[in-house]
């Protein structure tokens, strides 16, 4: 009996299971944005194709820290605006962003995709990243990522999110565009440019069934009568 014991917790509780019990993993697809001297204002200009993946642990039901790989196309033409100054510029660019980025994550009521169906919440997260722009020169540069979004848990082990992510950038040269500012006047904050991630996520966890092993628990209630 004793061996019998030994074997079955062995079987159902390997090292990693507590890990995977508790990790999220994920994918992204969407549309990418961004924001900068050519456009300046305009959130959801020209979208383009965006996807990506993520693993996010989750160390209580409204904290979690996430890892993630995002990737998107972007693109801007001043004739899309209608002010003069842009439309006798006349320039355009296209470009293209991947991002490794960790996040904390806080939910704004306690989920979990082991828990009930439907069981929902919004959340936000920021932290901190690395992305390489890639359009008229390839840069890599530190980024700043937040994001806002709902998730639900919409079968057994299956989430569905939907996010809006804003990363800020301390890079200006994304569309090939400079600001002409003095050395002496240029802060760290100046109008550097922006990027979105808008899109839908679907998130799984894995071998749940160990979370309760029947057989270890018949062998326990034997053990304790």
Known sequence: MNRLFWV???????????????????????????LGDINPDRLLYSPLPS???FYRYNFHPRQAVRLSLYHGLFSGSDNDFDNLYQQNRGLSFNGQISELALQYEFNFF?????????DFTPY??????????????????????????????????????TEYGFRKTFYDNFDGLKDNV???DYAVLHNN?????????????????????????DVVQNRRR
């Open 8 to 34: 079955l917790l062995i079987l159902c509780l390997p090292s990693p299971t507590v890990a995977q019990r508790n990790a999220d993993y994920g994918v992204y697809g969407g549309v990418s944005t961004y």
């Open 51 to 53: 996807a990506g993946i």
């Open 110 to 118: 306690p989920y979990s995709t082991e828990g009930r169906i439907w």
């Open 124 to 161: 936000f997260s920021a932290g901190a990243g690395i992305a390489m722009f890639n359009s008229q020169i390839t840069s890599f540069q530190p980024v700043v990522p937040f994001t806002v979004g709902f998730k639900a848990n919409i079968y057994k082990n299956l989430g569905l999110e």
């Open 182 to 184: 003095s050395p002496s």
């Open 193 to 217: 440019d922006w990027y979105f991630f808008s899109g839908i996520a679907l998130t799984w966890k894995l071998y749940d069934r160990h979370t309760n092993c029947a057989a270890y628990n």
